[in-house]
Nanobody, 124 residues
Framework: QVQLVESGGGLVQAGGSLRLSCVASRGTFGRYAMGWFRQASGKEREFVAAGTWNTDSTIYADSVQGRFTISINNAKNTVYLQMNSLKPEDTAVYFC?????????????????WGQGTQVTVSS
């Protein structure tokens, strides 16, 4: 069993930045993709970004491309999501997840372990 714990959420004004962190209970990033998803109130969970630590294979949702960056520190068992130029529509609970395989995916069904989420609120 792998436990994932997110942190770094909060309240920020539009145009601001936040960096989310997700720490895994044990080493896992070398063999599996890591992803970030988000879920706004009343909406379905949606893909944000995914990647692997030892390749240049990263993918992003169109809505965050160029503003968000996923990075992985395998030595610290931590995956980050740097979020810049935040918009009110980025408001959501953000979840990190570990995939079944090493290939990054946009589909929640391809992720086995999930964190509890961290709230991000962007005010206009």
């Amino acid at each position: 069993q792998v436990q994932l714990v997110e942190s770094g959420g909060g309240l920020v004004q539009a145009g601001g930045s936040l960096r989310l962190s997700c720490v895994a209970s044990r080493g896992t990033f070398g063999r599996y993709a890591m992803g970030w998803f988000r879920q706004a109130s009343g909406k379905e969970r949606e893909f944000v970004a995914a990647g692997t630590w030892n390749t240049d294979s990263t993918i992003y949702a169109d809505s965050v491309q160029g503003r968000f960056t996923i990075s992985i520190n395998n030595a610290k068992n931590t995956v980050y999501l740097q979020m810049n130029s935040l918009k009110p529509e980025d408001t959501a609970v953000y979840f990190c997840a570990r995939g079944f395989a090493i290939v990054p995916s946009r589909h929640p069904a391809h992720y086995r372990y999930w964190g509890q989420g961290t709230q991000v609120t962007v005010s206009s």
